[in-house]
């Protein structure tokens, strides 16, 4: 059965560095890309970036510069830092499979339920 | 980057009934249109892509259809189970970009 699973702090610091991690069963990150999208409270969903099977990465431009996404595949995990963090970034941050093994299609047919996370001193 | 707009916003329909959710895309996407269903405590579900492809697992009562910019997601004979919220996103380019969202509720 495919599952995701997001973890990580619930509050984080404005200008602190945000570590989230995804946690995968039931495929393997060698054959499968994984996505990021956050959803800021009561809005819609944003994509933040992608990790190929390959290992290669493509950000959301407007994230870019604050943002890296890794992963390890021995323990089917993938990670996500963001840096600089604004309480814009509150927001709910889900990992979510590409439909597609060995390919991209930018369709999402897996969801983690999603880490929520508060920027707040 | 592609701009989705949805509408409406809010729907308000009951059980039985059938109704249409509209995405419009701010340029040609060709028929790459995926559909989600997102509700409270659930994991988000992909309902349809490539514009009318019904994902493994999603009701006939569903469909997709549109080309170009302008998309229709249909639901007929709506069940209690279909109350949530619903966002297009488009899957012709980078970055993918979604919709706003409509919440579909109970009349």
């Known amino acids: 059965q495919v599952q995701l699973k997001e973890s990580g702090p619930g509050l984080v610091q404005p200008s602190q560095t945000l570590s989230l991690t995804c946690t995968v069963a039931?495929?393997?990150?060698?054959?499968?890309?994984v996505h990021w999208v956050r959803q800021p409270p009561g809005k819609g969903l944003e994509w933040m970036g992608v990790i190929w099977n390959t290992g290669g990465t493509r950000y959301n431009s407007a994230l870019k510069s604050r943002l890296s996404i890794s992963k390890d595949t021995s323990k089917s995990q993938v990670f996500l830092k963001m840096n600089s963090l604004q309480t814009e970034d509150t927001a709910t941050y889900y990992c979510?499979?590409?439909?597609?093994?060995?390919?991209?299609?930018?369709?999402?047919?897996?969801w983690g339920q999603g880490a929520s996370v508060t920027v707040s001193s | 980057d592609v701009q989705m707009t949805q509408s409406p916003s809010n729907l308000a329909a009951s059980p039985g009934e059938s109704v249409s959710i509209n995405c419009k895309a701010s340029?040609?996407?060709?028929?790459?249109l995926a559909w989600y269903q997102q509700k409270p405590g659930k994991a988000n579900k992909l309902l349809i892509y490539s514009g009318s492809t019904l994902q493994s697992g999603t009701p006939s009562r569903f469909s997709g259809s549109g080309s170009g910019t302008d998309f229709t997601l249909t639901i007929r004979n709506l069940e209690p189970e279909d109350f949530g919220l619903y966002y297009c996103?488009?899957?012709?380019?980078?970055?993918?970009?979604f919709g706003a969202g409509t919440k579909l509720e109970l009349k």
């Open positions: 039931g495929f393997s990150l060698t054959s499968y890309n």
């Open positions: 340029k040609s996407i060709s028929k790459y």
């Open positions: 979510a499979r590409d439909r597609l093994n060995y390919g991209y299609t930018g369709v999402m047919d897996a």
């Open positions: 996103q488009q899957h012709n380019e980078y970055p993918p970009t």
